[in-house]
């Protein structure tokens, strides 16, 4: 199926990130280093099933193929099993994926899988326990690392699991990693840390380019793999020798954006059109009763043509995004 959602620079746009809630009950040092604190609205309610299941309907008419369920911490959500499932009724969309901490995995994984789910990601910014703790202020890391064998047993065939890569904090754990995944099928994601408004210090502090780990993979014999429409901004690399592969996702090199094929919706449906965009485009008033669903997909083709070429983080303009929970990351 042909997209209907392309902008003024000719992207394509297949791949939907639909937060479900901005709460998160981890501390990341890059993300909620105080913990999460309600903003904006008081009292404000998130999507509910049925919004949600309206808002991925007009995505899929307009050609998305992917939804990814984000957060916050989606899991904390007591209905995130009928989320799936809602998401999961429409034929168009191929791939449901969800991003995770990973806390809930062990426990909830296998019904997440029979409701729909094709695909999960876990945030592991560290593979010793100590250090795992100081990042994320929680002491689960041997939970998360049940979660992920749990997830291999329900019969997902590969796990990806994102690593923020920070200086001084675990840039110099590459080979570790790398142990870890040699027999096994994860594609381990470095994450480029990203400068929000609330975390200029830390990233002065820790930012480092992906590029220190691409140049030790290609010195190594790993192989560039080539994207498919609806994968994620990631460079993925490759080693005959590994079950598992490399990820590398650098929104500070040149020409990040040109490949850009993913929208947002946050938690209380705003339309994002960037993760670091200004204010998003509210999609709620349309999401009430199925008969405004012509309405509401052309409100989201229209808001497309605003769509910027770039971000502009390498100007340290991190636009309306003050933490990474906010709208999903």
Not at 110 to 138: E, K
Request: net charge neutral; charged share 25%.
């Amino acid at each position: 199926m042909a997209t209907q959602l392309t902008d003024a620079f000719a992207r394509k746009f297949f791949y939907l990130r639909l937060s479900v809630t901005d709460v998160c009950n981890f501390r990341c040092n890059y993300c909620l280093p105080d913990g999460y604190k309600p903003h904006g609205v008081a009292n404000k309610s998130f999507l509910n099933v049925d919004e949600i299941r309206r808002v991925t309907r007009a995505f899929a008419a307009l050609g998305t193929e992917k939804v990814r369920l984000t957060g916050g911490e989606p899991s904390l959500r007591k209905d995130f099993t009928d989320i799936i499932a809602a998401v999961h009724e429409n034929a168009s969309i191929r791939q449901i994926a969800v991003t995770t901490n990973g806390y809930r995995l062990a426990r909830d994984i296998q019904q997440w899988r029979d409701a729909g789910l094709t695909a999960v990601n876990v945030s592991v910014d560290s593979l010793d326990a100590r250090q795992f703790h100081a990042i994320t202020g929680q002491d689960k890391f041997r939970q998360v690392m049940d979660g992920i064998d749990a997830a291999f047993a329900a019969g997902f065939e590969r796990v990806k699991v994102n690593t923020v890569l920070m200086r001084g904090v675990n840039h110099h754990e590459l080979d570790t990693f790398l142990a870890w995944i040699k027999p096994r099928p994860i594609q381990l994601r470095f994450i480029e840390l990203m400068e929000t408004g609330d975390g200029g210090e830390l990233f002065r502090k820790h930012h480092i380019s992906g590029k220190t780990i691409r140049d030790q993979l290609l010195a190594r014999g790993w192989v560039h793999q080539l994207r498919s429409r609806s994968d994620g901004p990631a460079q993925v690399f490759c080693h005959p020798d590994y079950a598992g592969e490399i990820g590398l996702i650098m929104p500070y090199e040149k020409d990040f954006c040109a490949s850009c094929n993913r929208l947002r919706v946050s938690s209380v449906g705003n339309l994002h059109l960037c993760l670091f965009g200004e204010q998003g485009i509210s999609l709620r008033d349309l999401l009430a009763s199925d008969e405004q669903i012509d309405e509401l997909e052309a409100r989201i083709a229209e808001a497309l043509t605003h769509k910027k070429q770039t971000h502009f983080l390498h100007d340290g303009d991190t636009g309306i995004t003050q933490n990474l929970s906010y709208i999903g990351g």
